[in-house]
């Protein structure tokens, strides 16, 4: 009996002590985030200084291609020779030529 007893007072006691109210954290798998993109430089507003701060394009360039605008497509900075195909690869995932 007096096994018995102290049995049920250990199962007790462990079953107690499991329900002390505490939160167990439950593992949560990472959710990869993609890299968020830049802003878009909108090659008929952008200024300047925010189109020599693409790849390529220097104060020369940024200066023709304000020169230019308005454009339709973006792709019209290399039909009217105004950068080079090689540079326009570079920043085409960059710029957008939004229409007013």
Do not use: H, W
């Amino acid at each position: 009996m007096r096994f018995a007893a102290v049995l049920a007072a250990l199962i007790l006691s462990v079953t107690v002590s499991g329900c002390g109210g505490e939160k167990q954290s439950v593992p949560t798998a990472s959710v990869a985030t993609k890299d968020e993109k830049p802003a878009l430089i909108d090659i008929n507003r952008a200024s300047a200084a925010e189109l020599t701060a693409l790849k390529g394009i220097g104060e020369a360039r940024a200066k023709a291609i304000i020169k230019g605008r308005p454009y339709s497509r973006k792709d019209e900075l290399v039909q009217r020779q105004i950068i080079p195909k090689t540079v326009y690869d570079k920043i085409k995932d960059e710029i957008i030529a939004r229409q007013n």
